[in-house]
């Protein structure tokens, strides 16, 4: 059957109002209190929908956006104290930059070292990612405890590590807790044994370099530390950029050669490839373009204090509730809580009945406050808590 140009305008206009009203309940953050995520600004929709069709899997039909992706990655290399020798890619996110960060370790193991057989040190706190990453790569994972601080536990490690390690991994902000590990004594063991560290600074990678503009203490998880070899941190997390965006950033291209892929038939015969997808989305690239380059540091600052500032103003609430027990003291824009009056599971039941979302994680309901946050949300929020214990 053929449809005629004013039945298909009909129909687009039909199908419109429909999705409004199928997704509208979709679109609002204004309950959301365990993501990660967070809504995008008007310009960031506009970058969306502008450049819908730009693929940086084919670089040679974009060229524009490619110099912009380098812009991009020189930007996130220089937050992250990158050496001059660094190389990288942007990714679609933490999961498939901490896949290609152990990818690499892995291969430059079996390269460097004729490990065949090998394994990763994972802290108890590390990202599901690195479960599936573990899987993919065909690797055993040798667990290692959190020490009451919840970050890995140094001696562990050493005690671990043996002629079979190809990489250790550090969180710097952690899923559950946002804690940072301690990735200087990380780094020093790295480099005792030869063995890549990797470090997963997903969500506390654009948090932890501004904290000291903030006036408060920003620990130390980058290539400063001459062991780090490869850094995750993502661009759809609090910068705000669109989904899905990261960066996977390593020391040197020593470290990539063994991953690397030529591909010579694009457009541009030159093209290599060291992400797992190979058609990217140009639209996220412009939108973190935009955001690092325009509105430069003092934008990522202003959302890092906007979710600090209201992270103590919650913890503050949470602690004047005495039914309340906090999981740990924060030291991102994390708060983890249980109570004494029921499950985890039946307190997160009970508020989702009033729509709030939150997560469950070991024995402890958490909240990642994120720059959609206001001091109206926290409040409403609180109101229904005390509601929920009552
Ligand atoms: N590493 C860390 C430390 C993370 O916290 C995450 C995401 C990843 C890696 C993986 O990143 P991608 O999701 O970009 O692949 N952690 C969030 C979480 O599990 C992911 C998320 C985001 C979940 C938004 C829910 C949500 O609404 O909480």
């Known amino acids: 059957m053929v449809i005629s140009i004013p039945e298909f305008e009909k129909k687009v206009k039909e199908i419109k109002v429909h999705l409004e009203q199928l997704l509208q309940n979709e679109k609002s953050y204004d309950h959301v209190l365990s993501s990660m995520c967070t809504p995008p600004s008007d ?123 190809v990489a250790l991994v550090g969180i710097a902000g952690t899923t559950r807790t946002g804690v940072c590990d301690d990735i200087p004594a990380l ?45 995750t941190i993502d661009n759809h997390k609090i910068l705000g950029s669109l989904i899905p965006g990261g960066n996977i950033i390593f020391r040197s291209q020593e470290y990539t ?34 955001l690092l380059k325009h509105f430069r540091k003092e934008f990522i600052i202003s959302r890092v204090k906007h979710s600090m500032e209201l992270t103590k103003y919650l913890l503050k609430l949470l602690k004047g509730i005495p039914t309340l027990e906090l999981a740990f003291e924060p030291t991102l824009n994390i708060l983890g809580f249980s109570t004494n009056k029921m499950t985890t599971e039946e307190l997160v039941g009970e508020l989702r009945k009033s729509n709030w979302d939150l997560s469950i994680f070991n024995q402890w309901v958490r909240i990642v406050v994120m720059p959609h946050f206001t001091k109206e949300m926290v409040d409403k929020f609180i109101k229904v808590l005390k509601e929920v214990l009552k």
């Open 257 to 290: 050669t063994t991953i690397e892929k030529r591909i010579s038939y694009l457009s541009d015969s030159q093209t290599r490839q060291i992400t797992i997808t190979g058609t990217r989305p140009g639209n996220s690239v412009i939108a973190a373009w935009v």
């Open 187 to 231: 780094s020093e063991i790295a480099v005792d044994n030869k063995i890549p560290l990797h470090v997963d600074a997903a969500h506390g990678g654009m948090i932890l370099p501004f904290l000291d503009d903030i006036g408060m203490a920003s620990p130390s998880f980058d290539f400063e530390n001459e062991g780090v070899t490869s850094i």
């Open 43 to 165: 310009l960031t929709r506009f970058i969306a929908s502008e450049f819908a069709e730009i693929n940086l899997g084919d670089p040679g039909l974009f060229p524009k956006t490619v110099e912009l992706e380098k812009e991009v990655l020189e930007e996130i290399a220089q937050i992250l104290n990158a050496p001059k020798n660094w190389v990288g890619s942007t990714t679609s996110g933490g999961s498939e930059s901490n896949l290609i960060g152990c990818w690499a370790a892995r291969n430059w193991c079996k390269e460097k070292k004729a490990i065949t057989n090998g394994k990763i040190l994972l802290p108890k706190s590390a990202h599901i990612s690195f479960e599936k990453t573990i899987d993919i790569l065909g690797l055993e994972i040798d667990w290692i405890p959190l020490t009451a601080t919840h970050q890995i536990d140094l001696e562990i490690v050493k005690e671990k590590i043996d002629s079979r390690t």
